[in-house]
């Protein structure tokens, strides 16, 4: 039978993660790769989850493996008030919904947002799976250029201006500020609040996506744009995938009232609620002071990782390369010279036994061919010296 023809238009538009393909490639026996967005196995506290696990089901185990409400657990909800205002947001249980990792907030976002054409702007690069949620609904994708500090706001005005006035319906900025996927950049506190006048003057919805905040290595912490929004523009959400286990698949997001409510409905035609035992785990971790003593952890070997990197880079790779210096997150983002392509490059260093992410992948305008993305949180001590070892061999034969 042909099931094409009975593929919704939705269906027609999803595109397969080209990270997700890499990823099996860079899966063969033997390769070290820098590849996916992972965090190390080391950073997973196994023995407090079994202890909490425990406690659960000897003391509210009916209830941790009941349905649940469709937001989340009244206690949880309430615990995540307290959580964001740590970052100067202000929220109230009626701001706040929990989801199956921050990718179903995006999905969310996109399925009650965005009708087809409506415009998205985003980073030059961005994330993938934002890209990709956004495009099974039909949205246009615009990109704006980053640069050390972020999203370069004075251009994503100029584009929305631009874009106006040629009557397109732009409704959503997407950004991801605090040690963005893919580059590792921060976006300033001045763009920060640039970003917010924007998006109140043109009448938009800033999507702040914030995975990787709470894993700050170095320099003053930068608030939230949510912290800063008076006038509800903000979406803001954040996951445990990164600071606890992406396996618990549990993430919230902050919004104004009315928009959370309308979440909640799309969230209940999809998966009726979150899980309620990972969303009880959560709660006892944070609850109980875990979380507090296992993100100075987590930071410590991140950061040690990152150093790693960066000194390998600078001993091994040939003049005529760039990258950033993140400090924070998981992410470092290499330019190599405009005349090599990283897509063409891939094979050649999985013969070397070494992966990474075409920078392509994250580029909305076919750009970004000579770039690429390393992960420096997966891979061990050694191996990152040896894999960058690796990586500068095959770059150094294409450098002219
Ligand atoms: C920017 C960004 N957003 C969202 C996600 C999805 O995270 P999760 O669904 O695990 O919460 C990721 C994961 O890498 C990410 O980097």
């Keep these: 039978m042909d099931y094409e023809k009975l593929y919704s238009n939705n269906a027609k538009k999803m595109r397969s993660s080209e990270i997700r393909r890499l990823l ?99 980073g030059l690069p961005t994330y993938l799976g934002g890209i990709n949620a956004f495009l099974a609904y039909g949205a246009k994708l ?12 004075d251009l994503l005005e100029e584009k929305i201006k631009e874009l106006k006035n040629k009557g397109e319906n732009v409704k959503l900025i997407y950004t991801i500020p605090t040690f963005q996927n893919p580059a590792g950049v921060e976006l300033s506190l001045e763009r920060r609040k640039r970003m917010l006048e924007i998006a ?58 009315e928009i959370a409510k309308k979440m909640i409905l799309a969230k209940q035609s999809m998966d009726l609620c979150t899980s309620t035992l990972t969303q009880t785990i959560a709660y006892h971790y944070i609850k109980n002071g875990y979380m507090k003593n296992h993100l100075p952890k987590i930071i410590e070997m991140y950061k ?56 392509k992948s994250f580029f909305v305008d076919g750009g970004g061919l000579n770039t690429m993305r390393l992960n420096f949180t997966n891979a061990g001590d050694d191996e990152i010296k040896e894999g960058i070892k690796r990586l500068a061999e095959v770059v150094k034969k294409r450098v002219k």
């Excluded at 615009?142 to 706001?153: A, I, Q, S």
């Design 24 to 122: 099996e490639i860079s899966q063969q026996p033997g390769v070290i790769s820098f590849g996916g967005g992972l965090p190390n196995p080391n950073a997973f506290p196994v023995e407090e989850i079994r202890e909490i696990v425990n406690k659960i089901l000897d003391e509210e185990g009916t209830k941790a493996l009941q349905y649940g409400p469709t937001a989340g657990l009244k206690d949880f909800i309430e615990l995540l008030a307290t959580f964001v205002k740590q970052d100067g947001i202000k929220a109230g249980v009626e701001n706040i919904l929990t989801t199956v990792g921050s990718q179903q907030a995006l999905d969310i976002v996109g399925r009650i947002f965005l009708n087809e054409n409506d415009v998205v702007m985003v």
């Design 200 to 257: 109140e003057e043109y009448d938009l919805l800033i999507l702040e996506d914030d995975p990787y905040g709470k894993l700050r290595f170095e320099g003053e912490a930068i608030p939230p744009i949510k912290a800063f929004d008076e006038n509800g523009h903000v979406i803001y959400m954040a996951t445990f995938s990164k600071i606890l286990s992406p396996g618990i698949r549990l993430a919230y997001v902050v919004a104004p009232e």
């Design 142 to 153: 615009v990109g704006v250029p980053l640069d050390e500090n972020g999203m370069r706001v």
């Design 304 to 359: 040690r990782k990152r150093d790693i990197m960066l000194q390998s880079l600078e001993e091994y790779f040939p003049p005529g390369c760039k990258w950033t210096h993140p400090r924070g997150g998981m992410f470092l983002w290499v330019e190599l010279p405009e005349y090599i392509n990283t897509v063409e490059m891939f094979p050649e260093a999985i013969e070397k036994k070494v992966a990474y992410v075409t920078g």
